[in-house]
């Protein structure tokens, strides 16, 4: 039991590296996908929110949305609520590549969850949620004070 969580850092971890060698394949860095597939899922996130969710510093996540800008793939939009800060936006050039990134990213998942059943797919994924939910709850500072 004690090497459980050191498993599930090594796959974690595998799993990124395996996504970032073929990603890489398509000159996009770990960074980058990351910032790319969450901004594909919630669209117009405030840089201050998608630096949180990504844990990085809001200045590193400046330069890698200064990257994609640059590249096209990511706007910046002032926000109708707050002059000062920024949305995020996917651009139409990106699309295509993030259609790619998912085709790379289904094909590693197929690779690496060959030989295991719908069903067993689905307990793990019912097992490691109720561990982020174990985690959540023991947290102090998610819980209400007296």
């Known amino acids: 039991?004690?090497?459980?969580?050191?498993?599930?850092?090594?796959?974690?971890?595998?799993?990124?590296?395996?996504?970032d060698r073929r990603a890489a394949t398509l000159?996009?860095?770990?960074?980058?996908?990351?910032?790319?597939?969450?901004?594909?899922?919630?669209?117009?996130?405030?840089?201050?929110?998608?630096?949180d969710i990504l844990d990085v510093e809001p200045i590193t996540l400046s330069r890698i949305i200064d990257r994609l800008e640059e590249a096209g793939?990511?706007?910046r939009r002032t926000d109708p609520a707050d002059r000062r800060a920024w949305r995020l936006e996917l651009t139409a050039k990106a699309e295509?590549?993030?259609?790619?990134?998912?085709?790379?990213?289904e094909a590693l998942m197929d690779e690496a969850f060959a030989g295991l059943s719908n069903e067993e797919?689905?307990?793990?994924?019912?097992?490691?949620?109720?561990?982020?939910?174990?985690?959540?709850?023991a947290n102090p500072s998610n819980r209400m004070s007296a």
């Open 1 to 19: 039991m004690e090497t459980l969580p050191f498993e599930i850092g090594e796959t974690a971890h595998a799993l990124r590296r395996a996504f």
């Open 27 to 51: 000159g996009v860095t770990r960074a980058q996908w990351k910032v790319l597939f969450r901004l594909s899922r919630q669209p117009g996130l405030r840089q201050i929110e998608l630096a």
């Open 73 to 75: 793939l990511v706007e």
């Open 96 to 105: 295509p590549l993030i259609a790619k990134l998912r085709t790379l990213a």
């Open 121 to 137: 797919l689905e307990l793990m994924r019912a097992k490691l949620t109720k561990i982020r939910d174990n985690i959540a709850a």
